[in-house]
């Protein structure tokens, strides 16, 4: 071991056996405890950490801290609740570790230290030592100033920073050294016991008493067997001079010396930094965090990014949902994690949300009259639009109401219903609740920003999932106690409930059968996925919490085959189940949210429409009394009006002399969404046949594009063996391009005078549809048998 280093063990050591022994001589023979002095650390690195009193501490002349300067640099940052942090060093951004002198053992000074030749040699001039037989004991020094940045420009460590319990002496650690910061009763908690002085045995008290006499000769966990024996040393002298009994010591010598490694956890650096860096001439910083929680939730993000591929970081957001004050706070996986850039905040970073966003256009539509949650919405290709995003399975799933495609986070809808509200109007709202997207480019926005073409923090993510859980409004996360309320408006009340119903019956994967299990967490959730696989998202709200969930690599690199519902939710799920309000119910709807039965493909009552407009039945949540209809997607008006002959029901000529007539009105569905219809409900198949006598000028999919090869209800064989029929696709009457379906598969657009070559991929019957740019179709049916 150094000197240097041996010094400043020596000073420590001997505050750690005066009051390891004071405590078990204390409860041993009923003796007043000896006062010691409280003490916290205020500089960072061992070798310029000096003492200052605890208030109300003090301390008489002579006496280890009473020499000390006032602390002017330290700042104690305090959790709401919680455990024991430790100090923080401040970092910067070349930190790549804890640039300090190791407090343990022969370990000597980092490279960078060891350059810091006029520090380390004026803690040398400071080095007072005086040994006697049963333990050493050294001088305390002048206090050391700061170490300085050397030549190379290396960070030194320099203020530091230590989280406490708000009205509670105890610390809390946020990133520090091995020992726990000395304090009432903190002074016999090295990494060796982990205990408090009450706590340790006779052995442990008498091995910290004769440690700092020889730290390095006799480490427990390299030299047991020399260690035991100055241990026992100890005992033996405590035994003659009547402090213990004989039986009290011959117990104790039957303890083995061994050493059990613990270094204190690193809970909560990135926010003292953060927090250190926002109020660097504070005091005591008064935080949010639930101290026990927070423990827990940096040892779940910790092991859980264990299980990734290499690099990948993992940042965790807990906060209550009515005061929005954050209560576990975990911005990287590990702080001092090279490999995954533990030193970056991944809560802070502005990353691509993916389809994390949707939840608050859906609850804007709602607000704007737009939807209910039961609304026919298309999952098509947007074959005429300049944006044509695909799902993330890379199909389509037709007609689908607006809660599946929220639950599905499909992508077509929801760039229909984004065009729709129109987005400027979506980030703007989203801006004035104080969400603003980061939009790359010219900053205008586009229909991409519901699809993640626009960056978010997670704080600020996590922040609109506040206005879901507390009927629409949200604010700013609290990060200290007493921060006063900005609320601000984000969704009305019925709108966030609706959305909220929605999300939390989104299935989970990590049910049994899909049944909610006993004592589960209630919770709505969302995942999203970045573009490239480079962000995995999922973000959830218990009736009680708000979640959020971030994993990727911190530097953009992507992640191929991690997406959020792979491998963000099931960390979502664990993090939802540490939390106590399993029971707990959601609140009941608002007034102004209420139960209809609605109609496909209108979307209205049920009761307002005819029985033969009710294609499909459905349930819907309204909001305000609104039923807006399914919007007109390339149809002229919907219902169709249309007249038809009295004698035969056939389709005439309004102006048709002579011929008795009726009018008759038809239910239609959007033309792109006919694929996926059975043929009683598209539009040819309900359109009555033309009567002869006087036929209609103009009529929808009457005389316009109509499919020539093949004929409908034809039978196609092939001859011989197992091989399908192969055909040509063939179609007359076009306007623009056709695009060909076969039972909902898409297979291209093509012109009109191209036939298609198409060979059949199941027997049985098959659907063909051809659609052209006008919105006209058509459609028939072949059934392929296979030859004998």
């Known amino acids: 071991m150094s000197r240097v280093a041996y010094s400043r063990w020596s000073t420590h050591h001997e505050r750690l056996r005066q009051q390891a022994l004071a405590g078990v001589v204390g409860r041993t023979a009923a003796r007043q405890r000896p006062a010691v002095v409280g003490t916290r650390p205020v500089l960072s690195s061992p070798a310029a950490r000096y003492r200052c009193p605890l208030p109300g501490g003090g301390g008489p002349a002579g006496s280890p801290a009473a020499h000390l300067p006032q602390c002017t640099r330290g700042v104690a940052l305090s959790a709401a609740h919680g455990a024991d942090l430790a100090a923080l060093y401040r970092s910067t951004a070349r930190l790549r570790g804890p640039l300090v002198l190791l407090a343990s053992g022969d370990q000597s000074l980092r490279p960078a230290a060891r350059r810091d030749t006029e520090s380390g040699q004026r803690a040398h001039r400071l080095r007072r030592f005086h040994p006697d037989d049963a333990g050493g004991a050294a001088a305390p020094p002048p206090p050391p100033q700061p170490l300085r940045k050397t030549v190379t420009d290396t960070p030194r460590p320099a203020a530091g920073v230590a989280l406490q319990q708000a009205g509670d002496p105890r610390t809390l650690s946020a990133a520090g050294p091995l020992w726990r910061p000395p304090g009432r009763g903190a002074g016999s908690q090295p990494q060796l016991s982990q205990k408090d002085a009450s706590e340790l045995t006779h052995a442990e008290a008498a091995l910290l008493a004769v440690l700092p006499q020889a730290p390095s000769r006799l480490r427990p966990d390299r030299h047991a067997e020399p260690a035991e024996a100055a241990r026992n040393k100890v ?92 209560l576990a706070y975990v911005g990287s996986a590990g702080f001092l994690d090279d490999k995954r850039l533990g030193q970056v905040d991944m809560v802070r970073a502005i990353r691509s949300p993916g389809s994390t966003l949707k939840p608050f256009l859906y609850g804007m539509a709602l607000d704007d009259g737009l939807i209910h949650s039961a609304s026919l919405l298309s999952d098509a290709p947007r074959h005429r639009q300049a944006y044509r995003p695909a799902n993330f399975h890379r199909g389509h799933e037709g007609p689908v109401n607006a809660s599946r495609a929220l639950q599905q986070s499909l992508n077509v809808p929801a760039v229909n219903l984004l ?29 991409a920003l519901i699809l993640g073409g626009a960056g978010i923090s997670l704080e600020r993510l996590l922040q609109g999932y506040l206005a879901i859980a507390n009927n629409g409004q949200t ?139 009710c294609h499909r039945n459905l349930t819907a949540w309204s909001l305000d009394g609104q039923i807006p209809p399914t919007p007109n997607q390339g149809l002229d008006s919907n219902p169709l009006k249309l007249w038809v002959s009295q004698d035969q029901g056939k389709r005439i000529a309004s102006s048709c002399p002579g011929v008795e007539k009726q009018p008759l009105q038809l239910a239609l569905w959007p033309p792109a969404l006919e694929p996926w219809l059975p043929f009683r409900q598209t539009r040819l198949g309900q359109l009555p046949a033309a009567d002869s006598r006087c036929p209609p000028a103009s009529m929808i999919g009457a005389a316009g594009l109509q499919i020539i090869s093949p004929n409908h209800q034809a039978e196609l064989t092939q001859p011989g063996g197992d091989a399908l029929p192969q055909i040509m696709l063939k179609s007359l009457g076009a306007q623009g391009k056709v695009s060909w379906y076969v039972n909902g598969e898409f297979l291209g657009r093509f012109p009109a005078s191209q036939d298609i070559a198409y060979r059949f991929s199941q027997a049985g019957k098959n659907r063909i549809l051809a659609l052209d740019e006008q919105g006209n179709n058509d459609q028939v049916e072949v059934e392929i048998l296979i030859g004998e």
């Open 475 to 613: 604010q700013p996360l609290h990060l200290l106690l007493g921060e006063p309320d900005t609320t601000r408006f984000l969704l009305s009340p019925g709108a966030a409930w609706i959305v909220r119903q929605i999300l939390a019956e989104t299935p989970r994967p990590d049910r049994l059968g899909g049944h909610r299990v006993r004592d589960e967490t209630r919770l709505a959730w969302k995942t999203g996925t970045s573009y490239g696989f480079r962000d995995a998202w999922a973000v959830g709200v218990t009736p009680r919490y708000s979640l959020g969930v971030w994993l990727g690599r911190p530097d953009g690199t992507p992640v191929p085959g991690h997406y959020g519902a792979l491998s963000a939710a099931p960390l979502l799920f664990r993090l939802a189940n540490l939390q106590a309000d399993g029971n707990e119910a959601w609140s009941s709807a608002p007034p102004s949210v209420a139960e209809v039965q609605i109609c496909w493909p209108l979307g209205t009552l049920k009761q307002q429409q005819p029985e033969q407009h």
């Open 235 to 326: 005992l033996e002298r405590l035994a003659s001079q009547g402090i213990w009994s004989q039986a009290v010591v011959q117990q104790a010598k039957l303890e083995r010396v061994y050493a059990n490694s613990f270094r204190p956890p690193l809970l909560a650096p990135l926010l003292a930094r953060r927090l250190r860096n926002r109020f660097p001439q504070q005091a005591v910083i008064r935080t949010t965090l639930d101290g026990e929680l927070q423990a827990m939730v940096a040892e779940l993000a910790k092991n859980y990014a264990q299980q990734q591929p290499p690099g990948v970081s993992v940042a965790l957001l807990v906060v209550e949902n009515r005061s929005a004050e954050v």
């Open 419 to 447: 065009e729709q509200l129109g987005p400027g109007s979506f980030a703007n709202r989203l801006a004035n609740a104080g969400l603003g997207l980061t939009i790359p480019g010219d900053g205008r926005p586009n229909p």
